[in-house]
């Protein structure tokens, strides 16, 4: 069996979800992972399910399209690739890296640059950007795996100075403490 | 996936409470060592004390790094000198000390606990040597702490050893005299001492203890303060059951960072990992007080009327929270409230609020006693050891630990400030009630029995 992920990208209503599986149960299609988000109202969501064989994608794009379009939302599909997520097989530890401070152009930028020069994969990002000078209205969190020939001083001490430049605080923490904090 | 909850959370009582883990201390028998030679016996601790204590900074350093909790003091416990060092006279006990703080040195902690004797029942005469040598090691020596163990619940209270500690300390601090007395602040006189503090003064390691092993002790007054206050402000009907339910999430939370880090820091470092011990220990630091805590709670300052209740809550509340987070518990658990250590207890005592009987009557609910208390420098020896007894009673008769670190400082007088530095802090001499008038019954010496221990009332 083939497996295909969608994504679906539009101004939130009700509705979309129960839409994009009602063609995908059409066409015999089982829904393995689903997640989606809203941001000030947009909903974006990935869907990964498998197809039955011969099933010619292009039909499923075009019903797809024929339901969606209506809605204005946008859908995209692909076949989805046998291949190893980044990380897999290697024994990577989790991180979660937290900034404040005043909002300002290129934060995200500059530190996901720093992260992407270690190789350091972003599993969950969350960021919001309120504007004003109160850092907690600015933060971003990350949660972050940090391959295991990482050097961990270096990435750390680039990310400060980063941060830095940036006028943010920055904390680089293992998640585990997290989750001793908080739960049971 | 984390909530933006448990992560700012997080960050807010690192940024702003104080959370850290206190201290780490590595635990090391020297109970090996043991030679009849002085010079040899010297040679073995400080060739094990360095093998093992070699990394322990660097490791508390790194797992403090990773997780991103400060560890505040790294330290060393051994066995106690007066064991380990048995045949020794009260010369060979002073060199014996120097060496230990050399060893502290050049691993890099800033204490070294275990200069100790247990003389509950009695003397050997390892005991009366280290005891003798406890003035001299203390006053020429940085970083080493001293205990001495005078009673017991099993055992009762031993009277002699009481006077000889009142008189010991009187010396310390005569030798320390340009110093506020400063070697009494590295003196505790206990009852009930457990084997694993890891808190200095009192920390040393039980002869019923493994060869290595590491013990935490955590911290967070801070973060039990802002907790309360936050939920008073939330909802200002709280109370003090639900007041109660919310310190003992916090001790929960403050005590697996504990665990966490001290069981890594031991996988580290190929050693057991011992016990968390549930302490709320302060600092000289505004926002990290056990004192404000009595504030948050509606008490005008700590020492007033109400003030042992709030104790023994927070003390149980504490307990209770922690002993759910850790695998295993030890050491002291309980409250500090060490007057010169705490900024707003030391400035409970400069008002007034605090007197030295309110302070006693205190320590009967909560550990750990008398803690960097402050005396007028002229106080006689026999009273010190009055005091002394009366606070080993109470632990002895409620079944805990109980200890007095008290500093009569030379040449001052009460309402006069001492200066000790750093984590030690500063304090306001605190005034005896009837100064000398207690001589007649401690200089009656012999042991106080061991108290029955059904009839409990």
Sequence with gaps: MEKVVLSVLGTDRPGIVAAVSSVLMDYGCNVEDVSQTILQGEFVGIVIASVPDQTPLEDLRQALGRALDPLDLHVMLKSLNASTPPGAGTESEPFVVVTTGPDRLGLVAGITEVMARFEVNITQLKAAFRGGDDPHRNTMIYEVDVPPDTDPQGFRLALRKRAEELGLTLSLQHRDIFEALHRI | ?457
Excluded: W
């Design chain 2, 1 to 457: 996936m984390l909530t933006d909850r448990e992560v700012l959370s997080t960050l807010q009582m690192l940024r702003s409470e104080h959370l850290d883990v206190r201290t780490v201390t590595l635990g090391v028998s020297l109970l090996d060592c043991a030679s009849h030679d002085p010079d040899r016996f010297r040679k073995n601790i400080h060739r094990k004390i360095c093998t093992l204590g070699r990394d322990l900074v660097r490791t508390c350093d790194e797992v403090g790094d990773k997780y991103g909790i400060p560890v505040v003091n790294k330290r060393i416990a051994v066995s106690p000198i007066a064991v380990a060092g048995a045949p020794f006279s009260s010369d060979p006990m002073v060199r014996i000390a120097g060496t230990l703080d050399e060893a502290a040195r050049e691993v890099g902690v800033d204490f070294i606990g275990g200069f100790s004797a247990l003389v509950e029942k009695g003397f050997a005469p390892g005991d009366r040597a280290l005891i003798e040598a406890i003035p001299e090691a203390l006053a020429e020596t940085e970083r080493i702490c001293a205990s001495v163990n005078v009673a017991s619940t099993a055992a009762g209270i031993n009277m002699d050893g009481v006077l000889l500690m009142g008189r010991t300390v009187k010396e310390a601090a005569r030798l320390t005299a340009s110093a506020d007395g400063l070697a009494c602040a590295k003196l505790g006189v206990f009852a009930n001492i457990p084997q694993d503090v890891p808190f200095m003064a009192g920390a040393y390691l039980g002869v019923g203890e493994p060869d290595a092993v590491i013990n935490v002790g955590v911290s967070g007054p801070g973060v039990v303060k802002n907790a309360i206050e936050r939920s008073r402000q939330a909802d200002p009907a709280l109370d003090l059951g639900r007041l109660s339910e919310i310190i003992k999430r916090t001790a929960f939370k403050v005590t697996r960072v504990g665990e966490l880090i001290g069981t890594e820091v031991a996988a580290n470092l190929n050693v057991p990992f011992g016990v968390v011990d549930l302490s709320l220990a302060p600092t000289p630091n505004v926002g990290d007080s056990v004192g404000e805590i009595f504030q948050s709670m509606g008490l005008e300052s700590i020492g007033v009327p109400g003030s042992t209740a709030v104790l023994a809550l927070l003390n149980d509340a504490v307990k209770k929270g922690g002993a759910f987070a850790s695998s295993h518990v030890g050491g002291l658990s309980g409250a500090f409230i060490p007057v010169s250590e705490d900024l707003n207890i030391s400035e409970a005592a400069r008002k007034g609020y605090l007197s030295l009987e309110k302070l006693e009557a205190m320590t009967s609910v909560c550990s750990v006693g008398l803690d960097m208390v402050a005396l007028p420098g002229d106080v006689s020896a026999e009273t010190i050891a009055a005091i002394v007894a009366d606070e080993m009673a109470i632990g002895v008769i409620n079944r805990k630990t109980t200890a007095a670190r008290l500093i009569p400082v030379p040449g001052k007088k009460a309402g006069d400030k001492a200066f000790f530095g750093g984590l030690l802090g500063e304090a306001t001499i605190i005034a005896l009630r009837s100064p000398e008038s207690s001589s007649g019954f401690i200089h009656l010496g012999g042991r106080i029995p061991a108290p029955a221990q059904s009839l409990i009332n």
